[in-house]
């Protein structure tokens, strides 16, 4: 199995919200960053947001989806989840989760990654 596997795409109107699941197995969930990012067509992935427990929860956000999503975790399922609000059409893109070692903004760093799920904003 799939060290990460996603779920919770799909098409929403500009405005509407979605939430994104990834589940993992096999891992150490709780030692781990886990990380969403997207990457839309023609461009580059890019970060979006990260979670790791750092003698408390240690949230970091991209800029542009600030105030909008918000990253949590469910340490009994080992489950991450991305709650995604007030989407726009620039939100559109595959959404990756990814697990790594170290709490950072960088894709490259990232240990474990999901299989990637679609979201697409229509206006």
């Known amino acids: 199995q799939a060290p990460l596997v996603e779920s919770g795409g799909g098409l929403v109107q500009a405005g509407g919200s979605l939430r994104l699941s990834c589940t993992a197995s096999?891992?150490?969930?709780?030692?781990?960053?886990m990380g969403w990012f997207r990457q839309a067509p023609g461009k580059e992935r890019e970060f979006v947001a990260a979670?790791?427990?750092?003698?408390?929860?240690?949230?970091w956000y991209a800029d542009s989806v600030k105030g909008r999503f918000t990253i949590s975790r469910d340490y009994a399922k080992n489950t991450v989840y991305l709650q995604m609000s007030s989407l726009k059409p620039e939100d559109t893109a595959v959404y990756y989760c990814?697990?790594?070692?170290?709490?950072?903004?960088?894709?490259?760093?990232?240990?474990?990654w999901g299989q990637g799920t679609q979201v697409t904003v229509s206006s």
């Open positions: 979670n790791k427990w750092i003698g408390g929860g240690v949230t």
């Open positions: 096999g891992l150490s969930f709780s030692s781990y960053a």
């Open positions: 990814a697990a790594g070692i170290v709490l950072i903004r960088e894709a490259g760093n990232y240990n474990y």
